[in-house]
């Protein structure tokens, strides 16, 4: 392959992935060609993409961006999944399809400069949460105290309103209040 067309692949990848901050990747090898299409069309209509990388021109390209935490597992034949919400998302995608596909590789993934290598690596990120996630629960403990908090301030008034109720309905009624002894 000419220089020119190196340097043409370079930035190909890096207009396609130089702004991504996080990846997963796989090697498909030993996949068919129908498997290796239907995974492809499913994580596309999930926003998933898989590119084929080469391996020299994609460390050229991705050393000085966050995906050349990747450079040492760019081994063998290597495609980059990218895309959806987050690595996240895409990881359970991945790990989802090793039970239709167990030949797929998981190399590794990249997610906020953290490197997550091999198989038990990206089977440990899938289990993240992704963004939405985290948020509903960090917006679940910053609402728990303040529910309790009600739940405590209107329990006894609650109870008081009870008692006057019932004074209310024995003084309509006729009947005599007893004292209260201490």
Do not use: W
Not at 2 to 25: C, I, N
Not at 87 to 112: N, S, T
Not at 115 to 132: C, H, I, M, Y
Not at 148 to 159: C, E, W
Request: some cysteine; aromatic content about 4%.
């Amino acid at each position: 392959m000419s220089k020119p067309v190196k340097d043409m692949m370079v930035r190909e990848y890096l207009s396609r992935f130089g702004e991504t901050s996080e990846a997963l990747l796989i090697s498909i090898r030993g996949i068919g060609g129908h498997g290796n299409s239907e995974i492809r069309m499913g994580m596309a209509r999930k926003g998933i993409n898989i590119t084929v990388v080469r391996n020299n021109l994609a460390r050229k390209a991705f050393a000085e961006t966050d995906l050349g935490l990747l450079s040492p597992l760019l081994e063998g034949p290597c495609a980059l999944a990218c895309g959806g919400e987050s690595v996240v998302e895409v990881a359970r995608e991945i790990v989802e399809l090793l039970k239709k596909f167990p030949e797929l590789e998981l190399k590794g993934a990249v997610l906020d400069g953290e490197l997550f290598e091999g198989n038990a690596g990206v089977q440990r990120l899938s289990k993240f949460p992704t963004r939405d996630e985290a948020i509903a629960e960090d917006v679940a403990l910053v609402l728990g105290p303040g529910r309790k908090l009600v739940g405590a301030v209107k329990g006894p008034g609650s109870r008081l309103v009870g008692i006057l109720k019932a004074l209310e309905e024995k003084l309509e009624s006729g009947q005599e209040i007893a004292k209260v002894s201490s």
